[in-house]
């Protein structure tokens, strides 16, 4: 469930911004839901249960004497509890970067021919990229497991965030798609990364890429 829910939220809201009659279906069953919650509301359920958990045992230990022959119990309990909250956790953001990876497939040109079977998505971020003394660009870079990649935005968009890992929204419109172009693309195992200057970071700032 945790490895598919961030694809069926993405499916739900561009069906949603897509079919009107959809659209306002849902709206009517978040009306006539007895606690007014809507499909997203509900699918996020199962996915809050797990911490809600944690607590509990937390809970019942704190009122449950060491002595007490359920005290051991409920420390496996809570054990085993946490590995699963961690694992899910895990899955999670796999699924997101998964989902993150074929958004960047169909909104950037050219970056398919960069990518191998094995390439999988770290992060990706806005950064500043810098040849000369005074050419700067803004660019978005891409991390994978085995290559980075450095594309331009062909128009202005809210897709990311310099500083932070990107964000998709999967509810774009077909105009917006192949917002980006790669420029280069380079192996991590032939990449190095030096250190500037203290002076040079303090005007430069952070985030920025030099070649």
Request: with cysteine; charged share 25%; aromatic share 6%.
């Amino acid at each position: 469930y945790i490895q598919h829910y961030s694809q069926a939220r993405s499916s739900i809201e561009s069906c949603i911004q897509s079919q009107p009659v959809l659209a306002r279906e849902l709206q009517d069953c978040t009306r006539g839901h007895q606690s007014r919650l809507s499909l997203k509301d509900l699918l996020i359920k199962p996915v809050q249960r797990i911490p809600r958990y944690l607590l509990f045992v937390k809970d019942i230990m704190k009122h449950t004497p060491h002595t007490h022959t359920d005290y051991t119990l409920l420390q496996q309990a809570l054990r085993e509890l946490t590995n699963f909250a961690n694992h899910v956790n895990e899955s999670e953001r796999m699924s997101d970067r998964i989902q993150q990876h074929r958004e960047l497939l169909s909104t950037a040109e050219g970056l398919a021919s960069c990518l191998t079977n094995s390439s999988t998505l770290i992060r990706c971020d806005g950064v500043t990229e810098i040849k000369g003394s005074a050419h700067r660009k803004d660019r978005i870079l891409m991390l994978f497991s085995d290559t980075v990649v450095c594309a331009s935005a062909r128009r202005r968009s809210s897709g990311f965030k310099r500083g932070s890992l990107m964000n998709i929204n999967s509810t774009q419109n077909s105009s917006d798609m192949l917002r980006y172009r790669v420029k280069w693309s380079s192996s991590l195992s032939s990449l190095s990364v030096t250190q500037s200057p203290a002076p040079v970071l303090e005007r430069r700032r952070y985030n920025t890429l030099e070649k």
